[in-house]
């Protein structure tokens, strides 16, 4: 058995439960995986604006089929009519978005898809970018060389993402630096960039190289972990012309829960420990106690600076966490990002 089998059946083997709807087992070459957690399908601003192109585009809803991994606590009936195929897969609990995309994979591989388009639950689709994508998938398909094909992701008018690799942001982190990638930028990118989940399409065949979606990612720094690996094996990053709508949970620091910023830093400090060489860790303590002087000047919660000027000094990375490390009563969004990585002084 493999380890992103052994991967997939250990997480919520009891509790999963799936449906079907649309038309009969897909042999799209596009795969989607939708992420819901406490989120109607029907107000997922991801589902609700691809079925609404496919809809209106029937030859490209050909090229794709779907799946929507709920980890509300309840299941939800999902249709998606005759628009595509659709399966829905209710994870009885929220173990964040590794074990979502690990099915997705797995489910991927096992259909003949090329492509595995990942997307969380806020992100606004539109037929431009789903034709573009289309399009890219099939000039790059055949070739092993493109690993990632990505859009740029705009909140508030400025590009989120892709942005730079977070490593080589610790090591450049008291120069003026310009954003990675202009917005008319588009084509296969030569720099260590690194881009956020949603949105993003990747060879089916790459992923299984480097075993799947690291589970110790399980919610925050699990993009960042995959583009590094899909770097290191060679793969290239395509950059599309589409930018795409993306509502970001971490742009006010005391909306953030405690939970998160704590998984964040875990995150964040597991990946520099497990990739980063000498002097990129060395910039990352600089930059965790910068940061720590900025929330204690910010974030009214005091114990969030605290134990990011403890981890400076640390860098204490605790054994893998399979499940969610969280108080029950506080509840986490879909989506992969905690406080953002520009923070300054």
Known sequence: MSSLESSLQSAF???????HSGPGASTAS?????????????ES??????LAALRDNPELARQFSIIVYDNSERAQLVEAASVCHLEYVHGGGNGGLAP?????????????????????????LTADYLRELHELCAIHGDSNQVGAI??????GGVVYSPESNFLYQMTHQFRAVRHPVAPE???????RISAYNSGAALRVSALVEVGGFPRQYWLD????????????????LCLMHASLEQRLSH???NEVPHWRHRNVLTAQTRFVVSHGNFLERLGYRLYLLRTSRFLHRKCRNRAVWKEMLLQAFLLRVPSPSLGAPRPAREEPDAGSHGPPTGWKD
């Open 150 to 155: 990505v859009p740029k992701l705009v909140s």
């Open 30 to 42: 596009i795969l989607a995986v939708v992420v819901l957690y406490n989120r109607a399908a029907s």
């Open 185 to 191: 930028a588009s084509g296969i990118q030569p720099s």
């Open 13 to 19: 083997p009891s509790t999963r439960s799936s449906q």
């Open 221 to 236: 720094y699990l993009d960042h972990a995959v583009f590094h690996a899909l770097r290191s094996r060679g793969y290239l």
């Open 251 to 253: 742009m006010d620091v």
């Open 45 to 50: 601003e991801s589902l609700s604006s691809f």
């Open 100 to 124: 979502a995309y690990n099915y997705a994979l797995t489910a991927a591989r096992d259909h003949r898809a090329t492509w595995l388009l990942l997307l969380d639950q806020d992100t606004s």
